[in-house]
């Protein structure tokens, strides 16, 4: 079944004590991309990789990181996190055409305390 | 640059009720264009796409034409059910920035028996 995975998908921490999230997709997609939900803010992009070795920066990358060293992963790292990122969390991969559709993972809710 | 606008909610209808969610976008040339829906407690799915003017995409019940000249790209409904309850996302994605996606707010609707 083609789909995006995360892990995991709840997550409590403290403040400062540093997390990853993975996320991997079966499609061979070569785009990925990290959005945090928050109430009233709707989808807001954190990074994105275009490909393999290939990431940028998206709307609020702020606090993160990310790599892509192979093309199915694409994890999110949050170094020393803050009460401020406390959210839900989402992947996305797509294949790189204009006409295609994003495919969103179900999604990782973290609460840093 | 691009971006994309769509009404803010929440919406409330009872069923059977007509739907409207607007959508208007900001971009040069030809973006394709999306509605992604997320059920509570669900990652976001594709709804419809359309990838060039005029063109309509429709599932479900749902449909949305995309209009150039207005840069609009309305989703509709002629009957909601009770199932239809869940968060509505207008996005596009353009060739002049690498094939980025760009998400509107999120649009909230509950129908009511």
């Known amino acids: 079944e083609a789909q995006v995975t995360q892990n995991p998908r709840y997550l409590i921490t403290v403040t400062g004590k540093k997390l990853t999230v993975t996320c991997s997709q079966n499609?061979?997609?070569?785009?990925m991309s990290w959005y945090r939900q928050d109430p009233g803010l709707g989808l807001r992009q954190i990074y994105y990789?275009?490909?393999?070795?290939?990431?940028d920066k998206g709307d609020v990358p702020e606090g993160y990181k990310v790599s892509r060293k192979e093309k199915r992963n694409f994890p999110l790292i949050l170094e020393s996190p803050s009460p401020n990122q406390t959210s839900l969390y989402f992947c996305?991969?797509?294949?790189?055409?204009?006409?295609?559709?994003?495919?969103f993972g179900p999604g990782t809710r973290l609460t840093v305390l | 640059g691009n971006s994309v606008t769509q009404m803010e909610g929440p919406v409330t209808l009872s069923e059977e009720a007509f739907l409207t969610i607007n959508c208007t976008y900001t971009?040069?040339?030809?973006?394709?264009l999306f509605w992604y829906v997320q059920y509570p407690g669900e990652g976001l799915q594709l709804l419809l796409k359309?990838?060039?003017?005029?063109d309509k995409g429709s599932n479900k019940g749902f449909e949305a034409t995309y209009r150039k000249e207005t840069t609009s790209f309305h989703l509709e409904k002629g009957s909601v059910q009770v199932s239809d309850s869940a968060v509505y996302f207008c996005?596009?994605?353009?060739?002049?920035?690498?094939?980025?996606?760009?998400f509107g707010t999120g649009t909230s609707l509950t129908v009511i028996p």
């Open positions: 996305a991969s797509s294949s790189s055409g204009l006409y295609n559709e994003q495919f």
């Open positions: 499609m061979n997609h070569e785009y």
């Open positions: 990789s275009m490909n393999v070795e290939v990431t």
């Open positions: 971009a040069t040339g030809y973006p394709s």
């Open positions: 359309a990838t060039k003017a005029d």
């Open positions: 996005a596009l994605r353009h060739t002049n920035t690498g094939n980025q996606f760009y």
